[in-house]
């Protein structure tokens, strides 16, 4: 299926060479993996043994790197509280295993594609026994966020378009078909 | 090389029965078939129940919230407008009723010893330690088809360092359009969501949702949405949504 990244160009960003890792990897198979998911995981790991994949480390917290660089070149001094908020956790990894967002990215730079398998769990529940509209929204949004963040430096959505095309039960594999317009953040511009 | 990897993933998702399409499901007049009035959703929806009620107010409910949430629950008694419960499952709000024949999900693979039989939540409600993941409350109006949604984001939703996510907000959103579309006219599913970002919500600040029913026509509820601060100063994101019509049935005795 494809994924649509429209993407406008302002300035390049150094990318983050070396982040701290603090924390557990999450994009890697555990006991809630479905076979399916780990029938993909597979092929992919094979893909990049073979080329130019890469699967894309995940981990629960922003490393404090990327705390740092955000805060000091995006955004005014005056909102954002001195110190990385205790606790705080990116929302896709802030669940225990098997009960939130199941997934695992791979990139490939050189077509500058992103694939995302996900698997969704029993708290991402919208209708009884199927998927959150907001949670498939959520996923899609990381997935085309990493596309256009590994294509161009730091992003943020400006807007989002999803066409709904059938109802995903829980634990079933995604399909979803999104364009995602990113702006560039220009570090000589604040956000607020 | 590619294409043969997507389609192993299409095919490998489509274990269940499913129609290929809502759409095949019989068209019926809109006189006849939603015969359940708002009013009539409304009143089942608020019945008494024992399920906790997450949309109430707790510790972590900062001052601003807490004060606009007394201001329209003055607004309940005078104005017409309803504050809406919030159980931890749609499961509970739907007691009674399920799903069409045909639309009964079944997981054939899943990993069963991760979470015990039925602990499914619904996904607003998946972090339960107050004030960590999302906090909010919402009140309809059965006549303006309006609604408004208290949302305060915790550090469990975090994107950007210090911010809301992008997907935490959008599910925010559908989630609104989901009751909104539900008590306006049996709206279930969302059928497409367009989400433009305007600005970064902090994580514990107050975003108030207006959320309205713009038209609803050929089985579809076209709503619109701005989330914004509660001076209207600050826009975080506007949004529309169309949801599907599709009748719940009585759960056979």
């Known amino acids: 299926f494809p994924l649509l990244c429209g993407i406008t160009v302002r300035t390049l960003l150094p990318s983050f060479a070396s982040e701290e890792v603090i924390d557990k990897d999450h994009a890697l198979p555990n006991p809630s993996w479905s076979t399916d998911l780990r029938f993909l995981f597979d092929q992919f790991m094979k893909k990049c043994e073979e080329g130019s994949w890469k699967r894309l480390p995940s981990y629960k917290r922003n490393s404090t790197q990327k705390f740092q660089d955000f805060k000091t070149h995006y955004v005014d001094p005056k909102l954002l509280k001195e110190e990385q908020m205790p606790g705080a956790q990116l929302f896709t990894r802030s669940f225990e295993d098997g009960l939130g967002f199941e997934y695992v990215m791979f990139c490939n730079d050189v077509e500058n594609r992103v694939v995302c398998f996900f698997q969704g769990g029993p708290h991402l529940q919208g209708m009884p026994g199927f998927t959150h509209g907001g949670a498939i929204a959520a996923i899609i949004d990381a997935t085309v966020g990493t596309c256009a963040f590994r294509a161009r430096g730091i992003v943020m959505t400006a807007n989002l378009n999803i066409n709904y095309k059938r109802p995903i039960p829980l634990e079933e594999t995604l399909y979803s078909e999104a364009t995602g317009l990113f702006i560039t953040l220009d570090p000589n511009k604040k956000l607020t | ?253």
């Open chain 2, 1 to 253: 090389m590619m294409k043969k990897g997507f389609q192993v993933a299409a095919r490998l998702g489509h274990h269940t029965p499913f129609p290929r399409t809502l759409r095949i499901l019989p068209r019926l007049s809109s006189a006849s078939a939603f015969g359940s009035s708002t009013d009539s959703l409304v009143s089942r929806f608020l019945r008494k129940t024992d399920f906790k009620d997450y949309a109430l107010p707790n510790a972590s409910w900062s001052p601003d919230m807490l004060s606009l949430y007394q201001e329209f629950l003055k607004k309940t008694n005078s104005e017409g407008w309803i504050k809406l419960p919030s159980f931890k499952s749609n499961r509970d709000h739907v007691q009674g009723l399920k799903l069409p024949s045909g639309l009964i999900a079944t997981s054939a693979h899943l990993s069963s010893d991760i979470s015990p039989p039925g602990d499914y939540r619904i996904f607003t409600r998946c972090i339960q330690v107050a004030g960590q993941g999302y906090e909010y409350v919402i009140f309809f109006h059965p006549t303006k088809k309006k609604s408004i949604c208290l949302f305060q984001p915790g550090p469990y939703l975090e994107g950007p360092p210090g911010f809301a996510h992008g997907g935490s907000l959008t599910a925010m959103i559908d989630e609104t359009f989901s009751k909104t579309a539900y008590l306006a006219g049996e709206g279930l599913f969302t059928m497409s969501l367009n989400i433009r970002f305007k600005n970064l919500l902090p994580v514990g600040s107050l975003a108030v949702l207006n959320v309205q029913v713009d038209k609803i026509e050929d089985q579809k509820l076209y709503m619109s949405c701005i989330a914004q601060s509660r001076d209207q100063q600050t826009v975080f994101a506007k949004c529309s949504g169309v949801f599907l019509q599709l009748s719940l049935e009585k759960e056979s005795p």
